[in-house]
């Protein structure tokens, strides 16, 4: 049983940054796939960035690259996911997510919110 611990979230104001950690433990950090996905009020989950278990391989929803940077560090069993240049639109509880061809575990959520 794998547990992910978000945290970064909280309110910034439009064009600042902020910096997620997802924290995993009760697994092999490194044989899963990491992915950041969000929900905002009223819509559904969508995901937002992953990366491979190695971290050789990135993929971002069309909306976020650019701005959004995810990666990795297996030897702190941690993914981040680097937002820049945020926008009131961005505002959502982001997810960490976890997977590989067995299992797939979500964390608890950290909100973003983005605000003048």
């Known amino acids: 049983q794998v547990q992910l611990v978000e945290s970064g979230g909280g309110l910034v104001q439009p064009g600042e940054s902020l910096r997620l950690s997802c924290a995993a433990s009760?697994?092999?950090?490194?044989?899963?796939?990491m992915s950041w996905y969000r929900q905002a009020p009223g819509k559904e989950r969508e995901l937002v960035a992953s990366?491979?278990?190695?971290?050789?391989?990135?993929n971002y929803a069309d909306s976020m690259k650019g701005r959004f940077t995810i990666s990795r560090d297996n030897a702190k069993n941690t993914v981040y996911l680097q937002m820049n240049s945020l926008k009131p639109e961005d505002t959502a509880v982001y997810y960490c997510?976890?997977?590989?061809?067995?299992?797939?575990?979500w964390g608890q959520g950290t909100q973003v919110t983005v605000s003048s």
């Open positions: 997510n976890a997977r590989n061809v067995f299992y797939l575990y």
């Open positions: 009760g697994g092999t950090f490194s044989r899963f796939t």
């Open positions: 990366i491979t278990s190695a971290g050789g391989s990135t």
